[in-house]
């Protein structure tokens, strides 16, 4: 069916270390990926996608995963700040023009002093 | 940056009573969206909008809520008779074709 899992809820990691957060979803004809952070009482905020035609995508920070053949996501943070404290979220387009998103439950990331 | 902003930020009202939230989307987009979010639950979609008709909705979107682009910048979704369970925060965003969607900072929305 349709729906995008998390597998973790939560993930506590210190300071400076490299963070991993994993998405499971289940609909191989997604063909766009997209994480997101949600801070409290704010909406998501875009941090990276990936096509389909990708399998590794980075930007300022962090680096996105993508394997199709498990229907795998992971969202990798290196050296973790405390601003990267929230709640992060994967999110799949299942259906291209419509481009409704489905989101995950979200797995809350706490930095540790 | 831009952004899309949304206004109120907390509405709270009679359940009965209708409620018109409001989206400016990011200026050169097209396509419009509402999500909500249950206190504590994912994200949910509830509609979608583009070149001035609904593309898709959610069992969610039932005949209560409707959907507006009333002028150039605003975008709106109103809810004709609330119910309790209505209260939740309501998110919109805005894309162009084929890019992540951009949201607001949502409306909290509750219903007494």
């Known amino acids: 069916g349709e729906s995008v899992g998390l597998h973790l809820p939560t993930l506590s990691v210190q300071e400076g270390d490299n963070s991993i957060i994993n998405c499971a979803y289940s609909?191989?004809?997604?063909?766009?990926f997209i994480w997101y952070k949600q801070e409290s009482g704010k909406g998501p905020q875009f941090i990276i996608d990936i096509r389909s035609n990708m399998d590794k995508r980075q930007g300022q920070r962090v680096t996105v995963l993508l394997n199709k053949t498990v229907k795998h996501l992971s969202l990798q943070i290196a050296a973790t700040q405390p601003g990267d404290s929230a709640v992060y979220f994967c999110?799949?387009?299942?259906?291209?023009?419509?481009?409704?998103?489905?989101f995950g439950q979200g797995t809350r990331l706490t930095i540790n002093p | 940056e831009p952004e899309v902003t949304q206004t109120p930020s907390h509405q709270v009202t009679q359940m009965g009573q209708e409620v018109i939230l409001r989206c400016v989307p990011i200026?050169?987009?097209?396509?419009f969206y509402w999500y909500r979010q249950i206190l504590g639950q994912k994200v949910e979609f509830l509609v979608s909008?583009?070149?001035?008709?609904?593309?898709?909705k959610s069992e969610i979107f039932d005949d209560q809520f409707s959907v507006e682009r009333p002028d150039g910048s605003n975008f709106t979704l109103k809810i004709r008779s609330t119910k309790l369970e209505d209260s939740a925060m309501y998110f919109c965003?805005?894309?162009?074709?084929?890019?992540?969607?951009?949201f607001g900072d949502g409306t909290r929305l509750s219903i007494l």
């Open positions: 965003a805005s894309s162009g074709f084929g890019q992540a969607q951009h």
């Open positions: 609909n191989s004809a997604s063909d766009y």
């Open positions: 200026s050169n987009h097209l396509y």
């Open positions: 999110a799949e387009i299942l259906i291209q023009g419509a481009q409704k998103l489905v």
């Open positions: 909008f583009y070149n001035n008709e609904i593309s898709e």
